[in-house]
Protein backbone atom coordinates (compact mmCIF):
# COMPACT_ATOMS: atom_id res chain seq x y z
CA UNK A 1 0.00 0.00 0.00
CA UNK A 2 1.12 3.51 -1.00
CA UNK A 3 0.46 6.52 1.13
CA UNK A 4 -2.27 9.16 0.06
CA UNK A 5 -3.04 12.53 0.79
CA UNK A 6 -6.21 14.00 -0.89
CA UNK A 7 -7.80 17.49 -0.60
CA UNK A 8 -11.15 18.57 -1.91
CA UNK A 9 -12.85 21.81 -2.22
CA UNK A 10 -17.27 21.80 -1.83
CA UNK A 11 -19.22 24.46 -3.04
CA UNK A 12 -20.33 26.91 -0.07
CA UNK A 13 -23.85 26.87 -1.31
CA UNK A 14 -24.14 23.15 0.16
CA UNK A 15 -25.68 23.24 3.78
CA UNK A 16 -23.84 21.74 6.62
CA UNK A 17 -25.64 18.24 6.43
CA UNK A 18 -24.87 18.43 2.45
CA UNK A 19 -21.05 18.71 2.98
CA UNK A 20 -20.92 15.89 5.35
CA UNK A 21 -22.80 13.57 2.96
CA UNK A 22 -20.23 14.53 0.64
CA UNK A 23 -17.73 13.91 2.78
CA UNK A 24 -18.41 10.49 4.40
CA UNK A 25 -19.25 9.07 0.00
CA UNK A 26 -15.79 9.91 -0.16
CA UNK A 27 -14.54 8.39 2.86
CA UNK A 28 -16.86 5.60 2.08
CA UNK A 29 -15.79 5.38 -1.45
CA UNK A 30 -11.58 4.93 -0.21
CA UNK A 31 -12.78 2.22 2.42
CA UNK A 32 -14.76 0.24 -0.39
CA UNK A 33 -12.13 -0.16 -2.57
CA UNK A 34 -9.13 -1.12 -0.39
CA UNK A 35 -8.00 2.00 1.12
CA UNK A 36 -6.90 2.39 4.68
CA UNK A 37 -8.18 6.25 6.16
CA UNK A 38 -5.22 7.13 8.78
CA UNK A 39 -6.80 10.59 9.41
CA UNK A 40 -9.36 13.55 8.13
CA UNK A 41 -8.58 17.33 8.68
CA UNK A 42 -11.77 19.33 8.47
CA UNK A 43 -10.46 22.77 7.52
CA UNK A 44 -13.48 24.53 7.40
CA UNK A 45 -15.28 27.38 4.95
CA UNK A 46 -12.43 29.76 3.68
CA UNK A 47 -11.83 32.13 0.64
CA UNK A 48 -10.49 30.58 -2.78
CA UNK A 49 -7.26 32.22 -4.26
CA UNK A 50 -9.34 32.96 -7.29
CA UNK A 51 -12.89 32.37 -8.45
CA UNK A 52 -14.30 29.09 -9.43
CA UNK A 53 -17.50 28.58 -11.01
CA UNK A 54 -18.48 31.68 -9.77
CA UNK A 55 -17.77 30.76 -5.75
CA UNK A 56 -15.25 33.13 -3.67
CA UNK A 57 -15.15 30.47 -0.92
CA UNK A 58 -15.03 26.70 -0.71
CA UNK A 59 -15.08 24.13 2.53
CA UNK A 60 -12.33 22.60 2.58
CA UNK A 61 -11.44 18.72 3.85
CA UNK A 62 -8.22 16.47 3.98
CA UNK A 63 -7.81 12.64 4.35
CA UNK A 64 -4.97 10.93 4.67
CA UNK A 65 -5.00 7.55 3.58
CA UNK A 66 -3.07 3.86 2.56
CA UNK A 67 -4.27 2.30 -0.85
CA UNK A 68 -3.31 1.03 -3.94
CA UNK A 69 -3.22 3.01 -6.85
CA UNK A 70 -6.51 2.08 -8.96
CA UNK A 71 -7.70 3.23 -5.86
CA UNK A 72 -6.72 6.77 -6.64
CA UNK A 73 -7.84 6.60 -10.63
CA UNK A 74 -11.34 5.75 -8.91
CA UNK A 75 -11.44 8.71 -6.85
CA UNK A 76 -10.13 11.37 -9.24
CA UNK A 77 -13.05 10.08 -11.22
CA UNK A 78 -15.60 10.40 -8.58
CA UNK A 79 -14.25 13.66 -8.13
CA UNK A 80 -14.23 14.90 -11.60
CA UNK A 81 -18.09 13.88 -12.35
CA UNK A 82 -19.43 15.98 -8.89
CA UNK A 83 -20.35 19.11 -9.99
CA UNK A 84 -20.18 19.84 -6.23
CA UNK A 85 -16.29 19.69 -6.13
CA UNK A 86 -15.05 22.95 -6.88
CA UNK A 87 -11.40 21.58 -7.15
CA UNK A 88 -9.48 18.55 -5.85
CA UNK A 89 -5.99 17.13 -5.66
CA UNK A 90 -4.50 13.50 -4.34
CA UNK A 91 -0.87 13.60 -3.48
CA UNK A 92 1.33 10.38 -3.53
CA UNK A 93 3.99 10.14 -0.58
CA UNK A 94 7.02 7.90 -2.32
CA UNK A 95 10.13 8.00 -0.64
CA UNK A 96 10.75 7.14 2.89
CA UNK A 97 11.67 10.93 3.50
CA UNK A 98 7.93 11.71 2.12
CA UNK A 99 6.48 9.10 4.20
CA UNK A 100 7.92 10.23 7.53
CA UNK A 101 6.35 13.67 6.76
CA UNK A 102 2.89 12.20 5.84
CA UNK A 103 3.23 10.61 9.45
CA UNK A 104 3.88 14.13 11.26
CA UNK A 105 1.03 15.28 8.75
CA UNK A 106 -1.26 12.64 10.09
CA UNK A 107 -0.35 12.92 13.82
CA UNK A 108 -0.65 16.78 13.35
CA UNK A 109 -4.81 16.11 12.05
CA UNK A 110 -5.60 13.48 15.19
CA UNK A 111 -4.21 16.02 17.40
CA UNK A 112 -5.56 18.53 16.44
CA UNK A 113 -9.35 16.61 16.73
CA UNK A 114 -8.12 16.27 20.07
CA UNK A 115 -7.17 20.01 21.07
CA UNK A 116 -10.38 21.69 19.23
CA UNK A 117 -12.98 20.68 21.32
CA UNK A 118 -10.72 21.66 24.54
CA UNK A 119 -10.69 24.88 22.78
CA UNK A 120 -14.40 25.10 22.46
CA UNK A 121 -14.59 24.47 26.28
CA UNK A 122 -12.53 27.28 27.24
CA UNK A 123 -13.80 29.65 24.94
CA UNK A 124 -16.85 28.42 26.96
CA UNK A 125 -15.50 28.52 29.77
CA UNK A 126 -14.05 32.60 29.55
CA UNK A 127 -17.80 33.67 28.20
CA UNK A 128 -19.11 32.26 31.23
CA UNK A 129 -16.75 33.76 33.71
CA UNK A 130 -17.96 37.17 31.43
Given at each position: MRFYETMFVVKPTLTQEEITQKIDFYKTAI?????????TLDM??????????????GYYFVIYFKAEPKLVL???????????????IVIKYDSKKEQKAWEILVDRAINNKKSAPLKEKEAEEKVAQE
Amino acid sequence: MRFYETMFVVKPTLTQEEITQKIDFYKTAIINNGGEISATLDMGMRNLAYEIKKNKRGYYFVIYFKAEPKLVLELERLYRINEDILRFIVIKYDSKKEQKAWEILVDRAINNKKSAPLKEKEAEEKVAQE
